[in-house]
């Protein structure tokens, strides 16, 4: 209290020296009247100019958060046309009706019509979701502006909002000029969460939290179409009514992977109303991709569309566009003037695995260790798998596996069989088989095996009711509560699948004693080399797969 006291009349003492030091000044003839005049009003202006830097400095601050950062495209930029489209056929007759509707949009809504406000497009990352509305705007020649929903994200309150307010403004006047009007806005899921599922949507750190972003996305997909400049409210107000303008037609195309947390109001009519799936292209679809991408690129006779097409399932199209592109890196690298084949597998593998990082302070001991621990896996791929063929099995340290033994499907294929479960446990087994009964030992690298082993098993007994029971985990909930209670079963299958894996690897012992050999001589073997070790040692191709069947109590039907 005292301190505050004193402070109070320090203050007042000072003022009052100021005062009378100011006051004898003037008496002793210092400064004129209108040097006093002069300095007050620069103490004026000082403070005006202070005051005025200050707000230009909050209006630059607010003006440069809230600058998103979108990235327009004018018509006839890109040029990319229905024919860079690639793989997709169905997408592009479902694409190819939009854009009628937005080239006609004028005679549309002369008919009645309202413009289309929203396109969803749903798919895995890749498959050419922001590309596909970049050809639709490219095709309807109209304005496209890209922007990420993240980027409207700020922790200032209002800033978001305006972001996107800001973005629509723009997308509205181009709009008028070119007819239409596409904005792209890519993870769209960011901000359009389920409301209650605690969405980011909201204005961060400053805000009120919830869904303001959405909100302001919502409204400005569809504006509530009154005029509310001041002249307009000052003719209503006088009884009087301005032409109504004329909306254009902004179309806003969004991106998700994941469409199913979205918030139920975005999909209402008048909103993303429109859905389309964009999948990773099937065969056919990829080798239209890499005709496309290969025609680019100087390649010899070995690399084909058809081969190319057949070793990369479940590729993306920007997958395929990589990995053509990365073939050429690897071609030049060994200064060759066209790809080959081999530089396209290498580019494959290097991009699913990891580079090559051999271990070279790993001893034979070990070396051998690996080589039969993989030649396990190869040797049950090999025999037991009808739909998968051996990609590559190798013993050279890959990202961060000490060695890998990868199939790839031969085929499309949407259902799996019991017996082709159960050969996917024994493939995962084989490995521990193999140690045991070739090297008399248990070794510690088979934890992702039994992992997924175990959740094969998992599956089989406790979700697809391929077991005795017809219990699905999947209504109860909880995978690793079913994983336990499942447990004894789980073992007592993986028990029995490992008697009959190590069964196939002792009739073929020539066959895991080859691979290992061989592996230990190059570092990796393709699936044709294995295929060549098999007719080498019993003269002839690989028999038709058998049927592999669970031989434990749950055989009891
Ligand atoms: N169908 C296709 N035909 C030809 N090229 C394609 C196709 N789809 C994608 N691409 C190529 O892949 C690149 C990346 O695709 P894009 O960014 O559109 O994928 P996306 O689905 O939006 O992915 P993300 O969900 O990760 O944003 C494109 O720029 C294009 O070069
Ligand atoms: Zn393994």
Redesign the pocket.
């Known amino acids: 209290m005292g301190n505050y006291q004193w402070v109070k009349w320090r203050k007042l003492i000072l003022w009052m020296v100021s005062l009378i030091l100011f006051g004898i000044l003037l008496v002793a003839g210092g400064p004129t009247y209108w040097q006093i005049v002069l300095t007050i009003i620069g103490f004026a202006l000082q403070l005006l100019f202070a005051m005025s830097f200050m707000i230009v400095q909050f209006v630059a601050l607010f003006w440069f958060l809230a600058r998103g950062r979108t990235y327009w495209i004018l018509p006839g930029e890109t040029g990319s046309t229905w024919e860079?489209?690639?793989?997709?056929p169905e997408?592009v007759e479902n694409a190819k009706r939009i854009v009628t509707l937005l080239k006609g949009v004028k005679e549309f809504k002369e008919m009645g019509g309202e413009a289309i406000r929203g396109l969803l497009?749903c798919?895995?990352?890749?498959?050419?979701?922001?590309?596909?509305?970049?050809v639709i705007a490219n095709e309807a020649q109209v304005p496209f502006a890209y922007a990420s929903a993240p980027s409207f994200q700020n922790m200032f309150f209002g800033v978001g909002n305006l972001k996107v307010m800001r973005l629509y403004k723009k997308a509205r006047k181009l709009g008028r000029v070119y007819g239409a009007c596409i904005i792209f806005i890519?993870?769209v899921d960011a901000i359009g969460m389920a409301r209650q599922s605690g969405g980011m949507g909201g204005g961060g750190m400053f805000g009120m939290g919830g869904a303001g972003l959405l909100n302001e996305l919502l409204l400005q997909m569809d504006p509530p179409n009154i005029d509310n400049s001041k002249f307009a409210k000052l003719l209503r107000s006088l009884g009087l009514r301005r032409k109504k303008a004329e909306r254009p037609a902004v179309l806003t195309i969004a991106?998700?992977?994941l469409p199913d947390v979205l918030d139920p109001a975005l999909l209402r009519p008048g909103r993303f109303d429109r859905k389309l799936w964009?999948d990773a292209?099937d065969y056919d679809?990829r080798l239209?991709?890499f005709e496309?991408?290969l025609r680019k690129i100087k390649r010899d006779s070995s690399l084909t569309p058809e081969r190319a097409a057949l070793d990369t399932i479940g590729y993306?199209?920007?997958q395929?566009?990589?990995i053509v592109n990365e073939s050429v890196v690897i071609a030049h690298q060994r200064s060759a003037v066209a790809a080959s084949y081999e530089d396209f597998r290498n580019a494959m593998e290097t991009y699913e695995w990891g580079l090559k990082q051999p271990l070279r302070s790993m001893s034979d001991d070990e070396k051998r260790n690996v080589a039969y621990h993989e030649s396990g896996h190869a040797v049950a791929q090999y025999l037991l798998n009808p739909h998968d063929r051996v990609w590559k099995v190798t013993i050279i340290r890959r990202g961060g596996a000490l060695g890998l033994a990868a199939t790839k499907p031969t085929h499309e294929r949407y259902n799996r069989s019991d017996s082709e479960i159960l050969a996917g446990i024994q493939i995962c087994l084989a490995a521990r088989a193999v140690e045991e009964e070739f090297l008399g030992k248990k070794l510690n690298g088979v934890n992702s095996d039994l992992r997924q082993a175990t959740l094969l098993a998992g599956a089989y007994l406790g979700m697809v009711g391929m077991g005795d029971e017809l219990f699905s985990w999947l209504a109860a909930g909880s995978q690793a509560e079913a994983l336990k209670v499942l447990r004894p079963k789980i073992n007592e299958m993986l028990q029995d699948q490992m008697l009959q894996v190590k069964k196939l690897v002792k009739d073929h012992s020539d066959f895991v004693h080859a691979i290992a050999e061989e592996l230990l001589k190059q570092g990796d073997l393709t699936g044709e080399e294995i295929e060549q070790i098999y007719v080498r040692l019993y003269g002839h191709q690989r028999p038709e797969p058998p049927v592999v069947k669970a031989l434990g109590k749950e055989k009891s039907t």
């Open positions: 860079d489209y690639r793989g997709n997408i497009l798919g895995p990352p890749g498959t050419g979701k922001s590309y596909l509305a970049q890519d993870e991106a998700t992977n964009v292209p679809g239209d991709v496309y991408y993306s199209p920007a395929i566009k990589h």
